[in-house]
């Protein structure tokens, strides 16, 4: 296991009703709130309403808009509103998208440096944010709990994660999820999958307590998706999955590894050029990737196998037990209703693949670096 320091900065408030108690708490000493949500899904769902009533003592600016895929320019748009206001707190209410946004929209109110060029061209990580919370309306990203912001910086063509902004507290309640489009409430509660895979074929490879505990949550996560798909409203089932989205990304199955999160790079430097699903695009890419690389970590790929799928190793191969996983993998997919390829996802054009593999981050990878050739033919396999 690799050195590491451990802290948690964000505060959970989990369950029903959790808004009011987070925001009577927290917010006590705040005058002014810059209200960040989307394309609007919380007016129509009430969200807006319970929270703009629970704000009423406080002077709100409301900033609306976020897109899926948040853009640089509406980080900059963000930052300008909260600086005019002398905002004192960011309220985001929204999935990965509002929650990245504000995130950085909270460092750039505060600093006069350009974020990106700070944070990308000179290796500089922010030293102060205006305070900021998340009220999650769709699960997944793990936003919430974690330091780091997908933004996509359409002038450069780049969907990048940027590091070094947190939320003060997070509000999980699952009621607030009801409403989310199910295909969306999938798409994110594979992204939670995702990221403990990530983790999981990080290195070391070794098991240890980190590794067991992302067993855990991934076989759950594997188990409530299929839970929620024979009963789309069950509220222990939403809030289950909530807890494990916050889980992977918390940092706790990361403690002593190095992730990988190729995958991530792939489908970010894809939805720079088209700005595709984030949850769809690694579901098409992940079993891809995977059976291009099981066979340089055979072991942990059979160890995935074997205790998240519940592989029969007996008498086989390493490489077959693993092989056998991806199929797993592959067939859950399938079965939860997730994309196979980026043409079912509605990607026409593959003439950007070339850009796309070319300005992709190649990450140590989890058991073998790829090249950005590789990471062309993996794109085109997954057409
Ligand atoms: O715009 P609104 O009205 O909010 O509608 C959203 C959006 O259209 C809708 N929605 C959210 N809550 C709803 C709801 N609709 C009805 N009822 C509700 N309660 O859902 C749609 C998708 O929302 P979005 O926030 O874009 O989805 P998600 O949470 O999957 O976030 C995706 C973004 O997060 C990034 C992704 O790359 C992508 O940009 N990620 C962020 C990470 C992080 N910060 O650590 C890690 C992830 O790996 C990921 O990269
Ligand atoms: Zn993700």
């Known amino acids: 296991m690799k050195n590491f320091i451990f802290s948690y900065p964000t505060k959970v408030y989990f369950g029903k009703g959790s808004a009011e108690k987070a925001l009577t708490a927290e917010l006590k000493n705040c005058r002014s709130i810059m209200l960040a949500y989307g394309g609007g899904s919380i007016k129509k769902n009430g969200i807006y309403d319970d929270i703009t009533a629970l704000l009423e003592d406080k002077k709100i600016i409301e900033f609306s808009g976020i897109m899926p895929n948040p853009t640089y320019k509406k980080v900059l748009e963000g930052a300008e509103l909260a600086r005019e206001n002398n905002v004192d707190f960011i309220l985001a209410v929204g999935g990965g998208s509002v929650i990245d946004c504000c995130k950085i929209i909270a460092v750039q109110a505060k600093t006069d440096e350009d974020v990106w060029d700070m944070e990308f061209e000179r290796k500089k990580m922010p030293v102060s944010m205006l305070k900021m919370g998340a009220v999650v309306t769709a699960s997944g990203t793990g936003a919430e ?3 780091g912001a997908v933004i996509t910086n359409e002038d450069k063509k780049i969907k990048a994660g940027m590091l070094g902004a947190y939320a003060e507290f ?3 309640d ?7 489009p199910f295909k969306q ?3 994110g509660a594979f992204d939670t999958l995702s990221h403990c895979m990530e983790t999981y074929f990080g290195t070391p490879r070794e098991s240890f307590i980190s590794d067991e505990i992302n067993e855990a949550v991934m076989r759950n996560t594997i188990k409530n998706i299929r839970a929620l798909i024979e009963e789309p409203d069950d509220i ?3 809030g289950e999955l909530m807890w494990a989205s916050a889980m992977a990304e918390n940092g706790i199955l990361k403690l002593g590894k190095t992730t990988d999160f190729q995958a991530h790079q792939i489908e970010h430097q894809l939805g720079a050029y088209t700005n595709c699903n984030h949850g769809q695009g690694l579901a098409v890419i992940h079993p891809v990737l995977y059976r291009r690389i099981y066979k340089y970590a055979p072991g942990k790929f059979a160890r995935f196998a074997r205790t998240v ?3 029969e190793g007996k008498g086989k191969t390493d490489s077959e037990t693993a092989l056998r996983g991806i199929n797993c993998l592959t067939e859950f997919i399938e079965e939860i209703g997730l994309p ?5 996802m509605g990607i026409e054009d593959k003439s950007c693949f070339e850009a796309v593999a070319n300005s992709c981050n190649i990450t140590a990878g989890c058991c073998k ?7 062309y033919e993996i794109l085109e396999e997954c057409y």
């Not at 670096?369 to 990471?375: G, K, W």
């Open 174 to 180: 699952p009621y607030y999820t009801l409403s989310v």
């Open 369 to 375: 670096r790829l090249t950005a050739d590789e990471i």
């Open 236 to 238: 222990e089932v939403r």
């Open 170 to 172: 997070a509000v999980l």
């Open 309 to 311: 799928w519940g592989v």
């Open 145 to 147: 709990m974690n330091n």
């Open 340 to 344: 196979k390829s980026f043409r079912e």
């Open 185 to 187: 409430v999938i798409s």
